[in-house]
């Protein structure tokens, strides 16, 4: 059995020795230009150039939480594409969204700002009910935020393409009940896979029916956001701020105005970061399932997207 590695902006070595070790009887190798044929492939953001050498491919691991790089390309006929089911993204991105909603909520950002001035202030506290956190997509990473915003006595909404029943949350789905599930939240976060339906889909049609003062977390892909319309609501000030940590472009351009905008705060693509040791020992499990005629969770959809 022969496994191919070709992950872009990674260190390869670590996930060799990794996945050698946790599959003893393979062979891992890091891919080249006419590397030979390989039965199983490890990937992030591979070139075109690496799926037509690997025509034969049976299955391929993609270590990050989103597959839409990959369904731009021309892959294998009849290979799956399997993602990590979480491999220690889920934690972090609770750690994440939690820490910026109760920033928002608490107005930690404006005390923040009257200290480095040196100003003794005080802000009136605000009620969690009048705070309602929408929760859009409810997959693997979805739900486990979704939980974690509620142990803090915050109201959850979620959202999802198909019906979902999460403790703690009221389930909205399908297309006829995205807009009453956003008129049901002031605190929106974006957890969706980015296909041809989702793209664009935080615009200003759908950002408008937040509650007032309603507050944007993208943490999904910045291809969801229409960056201009984000803007108007945020200087009309029916939005009150956002946190955003991936973008359209990255890294995220010099001249964009997302920068210096008051309103908004920025991290570079870091809410949950896939996590070497965890992933090799669910992409080995994985492989040995396969091997076996087994079947595994994760596998994509390609007619979906995810």
């Not at 080249?32 to 044929?37: E, I, L, R």
């Not at 993602?83 to 934690?91: E, N, T, W």
């Amino acid at each position: 059995m022969r496994i191919t590695y070709c992950c872009a902006d990674t260190a390869p070595e670590p996930w060799l020795e990794g996945l050698r070790a946790a599959l003893p009887g393979a062979e891992v190798s890091l891919w080249q230009a006419g590397a030979p044929a390989a039965d199983y492939a490890v990937v992030w953001a591979p070139p075109q150039q690496f799926f037509d050498e690997q025509p034969q491919l049976k299955a391929l691991f993609n270590i990050g939480a989103g597959v839409d790089a990959l369904l731009k390309l021309r892959l294998p006929v009849g290979a799956q594409i399997v993602r990590l089911d979480d491999a220690g993204m889920s934690v972090q991105m609770a750690e994440y969204v939690c820490h910026a909603v109760i920033r928002h909520f608490r107005e930690f950002d404006g005390y923040e700002s009257d200290m480095h001035n040196g100003k003794w202030s005080f802000r009136k506290p605000r009620s969690r009910i009048d705070y309602p956190v929408g929760v859009l997509g409810l997959g693997v990473l979805g739900e486990r935020v979704a939980k974690a915003v509620a142990q803090f006595d915050f109201p959850v909404n979620g959202w999802s393409r198909t019906p979902k029943a999460v403790a703690g949350v009221q389930c909205f789905a399908g297309h006829d009940q995205l807009d009453a599930f956003l008129q049901a939240s002031r605190v929106l976060v974006c957890l969706l896979p980015l296909t041809a339906e989702t793209r664009d889909i935080l615009n200003l049609k759908h950002l408008s029916l937040l509650r007032s003062g309603g507050y944007v977390i993208n943490v999904a892909r910045g291809a969801h956001l229409v960056d201009d319309d984000l803007l108007t609501l945020l200087d009309s000030d029916h939005l009150a701020g956002a946190t955003l940590d991936v973008f359209r472009n990255e890294p995220l351009p010099p001249i964009h105005p997302f920068w210096k905008h008051p309103k908004i705060t920025l991290t570079p693509h870091t809410s949950a970061r896939t996590l070497r040791s965890e992933s090799i020992a669910q992409i080995a499990g994985k492989i040995a399932a396969l091997q076996l005629g087994e079947a595994v969770a994760g596998l994509v959809d390609v007619g979906r997207g995810y």
